[in-house]
């Protein structure tokens, strides 16, 4: 006889495999999305008082990974306002206050091995000084510079060592050699077991020029360029879960799980 939480998790199973047959939902979902995206909707929220540039349903996606796999570790390309980073701190910072309660020591959060590294061609003065006085501060390093250029890609890999378990984010240009070049950078040092989530997969589905003051379109994107990467990179692949659980996310097949 099943227990509650097997039945429960056979439910929700039940229900995620229905949505993948179900064409009118997905439909609806990429409807909503472009009507939302249309709207600057993802524009509106905030992450412990930092403007974060994304859709709550992916902030909950990023919430379960990062709570599943446990990093030590976080790098993210493209900064913003820094409410991305401060999720990410924010989250090793309960993973950190859990493991004290679990194993009865205590943890001074100043000096915790968990980071979060952040990359950005352009860091704007008033976003450095609001993410360096936020109380997440001594969890995140910020690099300048443009995230493929070899100079800061050897920064990162330099700082990314000794980490037992590596997640990377992949949100700044969308072009699609820029992603290329990102994951060629990047992707590597995630950890088995880990993620690369690669963000705004979704501009391949939408109508062609719906970003026209932007360089990336239809044929030009993350997706095609996680595509093509994908194809040489069997350590790699796309797990669905977040996707058929979200319906509506910014990132259709770039949740990419190193699997060997």
């Known amino acids: 006889m099943s227990t509650p939480e097997q039945q429960f998790a056979a439910e929700r199973q039940e229900r995620l495999s229905a949505y ?36 709550p349903q992916d902030m909950v996606a990023i919430q379960e990974l990062v709570w599943t796999v446990r990093p030590d570790l976080i790098i993210e390309t493209g900064i913003a306002h820094g409410g991305s980073l401060v999720l990410s701190a924010s989250m090793l910072a309960m993973l950190d206050m859990c493991d004290a309660i ?5 943890i001074d959060p100043r000096v915790s091995a968990r980071k979060v590294i952040g990359i950005d061609i352009d860091i704007r003065e008033h976003n450095r000084a609001a993410i360096e006085a936020h109380p997440m501060a001594s969890r995140i390093h910020m690099v300048q510079g443009s995230s493929i250029d070899s100079d800061v890609v050897a920064q990162v890999r330099a700082a990314a060592q000794g980490y037992k378990k590596v997640m990377v984010f992949l949100d700044s240009m969308h072009t699609h050699d820029h992603v290329l070049g990102e994951l060629d950078a990047y992707a590597p040092l995630v950890t088995p077991g880990s993620y690369c989530v690669v963000f705004d997969t979704f501009v391949e589905d939408m109508p062609s020029k719906f970003f026209a003051d932007r360089p990336w379109d239809i044929g030009n994107n993350p997706k095609t360029a996680t595509r093509q990467w994908l194809k040489s990179h069997p350590e790699f692949a796309v797990d669905p879960t977040a996707e058929s659980r979200l319906m509506v996310t910014v990132a259709p097949e770039g949740f990419l799980k190193r699997v060997g």
């Open 20 to 55: 993948a047959q179900d064409a009118a939902f997905k439909d609806l979902s990429r409807q909503w999305l472009q009507t939302s995206m249309d709207k600057k909707y993802v524009y509106n929220f905030d992450w412990l008082g930092r403007p974060i540039i994304q859709y």
């Open 102 to 106: 679990e194993s009865g020591n205590s």
